[in-house]
């Protein structure tokens, strides 16, 4: 069973949706919980990060986390089409981070 | 404040030779995290080093190895290549506190082994 998992996609969704990407993880010592974009050929590039149970909100981004479910989400409201990448989701326990496959996402204009 | 740093961006060696890649830390982080990246297999962990000390390891053969230097540089060697080694090979860095911790990626270094 992987660490983490993440449905690969692509999640297509049209220009100013809402764009809902989801994530488990098995280590329930998990402390940190992160989501990064990745353009293709690109790095890495975190957007945010969770640490409590309950959401967290910066600017269009919406972060949820359910501790006892063992389930990060990533809301994105008013879909860009700049907003098309994968999306990582990642968890650490300890300094040791697992990262899921990755959701591509696609935002049609 | 600069971010992180990898030299090369782009390498391209044969099977059985080595390599060695560099990163530079954001100013003030003092862990450093290698992964290797590929289409199939997605972002996996290679090992973490704090304070010049390994720290966390991941599931990679010996060929695979690093360190880090006192000024929290670090760099991973990779021996004997293989093909199967091409990948987009990223280090990423943070303080190092136990909890509450995020990471920073740098550009990455893209190995093709021939």
């Known amino acids: 069973q992987k660490e983490v998992e993440q449905n690969s996609g692509p999640l297509s969704v049209p220009e100013g949706a809402i764009a809902s990407l989801n994530c488990t993880y098995s280590?329930?010592?998990?402390?940190?919980f992160f989501w990064y974009r990745q353009y293709s050929g690109k790095s890495p590039e975190l957007i945010m990060f969770i640490y409590s149970n309950g959401d967290k909100e910066d600017g269009r981004f919406t972060a949820q986390l359910n501790k006892a479910s063992q389930y990060v989400s990533l809301l994105i409201r008013d879909s860009q089409p700049s907003d098309s990448a994968t999306y990582l989701c990642?968890?650490?326990?300890?300094?040791?981070?697992?990262f899921g496959s990755g959701t591509k996402l696609n935002v049609k204009p | 404040k600069a971010g992180v740093t990898q030299t090369p961006r782009y390498l391209i060696k044969t099977r059985g030779q080595q390599v060695t890649l560099s990163c530079s830390p954001i100013s003030g982080h003092r862990s450093v995290s290698w992964y290797q990246q590929t289409p199939g297999q997605g972002l996996q962990f290679l090992f973490e080093y704090f304070s010049e000390t390994q720290r966390n390891k991941g599931n990679f053969p010996g060929r695979f190895s690093g360190r880090q230097f006192s000024n929290s540089r670090s760099e991973m060697n990779v021996s004997t290549l293989e093909l199967g080694d091409s990948a987009l090979y990223l280090c990423?860095?943070?303080?190092?506190?136990?909890?509450?911790?995020?990471?920073?990626f740098g550009p990455g270094t893209r190995l093709l082994v021939l």
């Open positions: 990423a860095s943070s303080f190092g506190a136990d909890r509450e911790e995020t990471q920073y």
């Open positions: 280590d329930r010592g998990s402390q940190s």
């Open positions: 990642a968890v650490s326990h300890f300094n040791k981070f697992y």
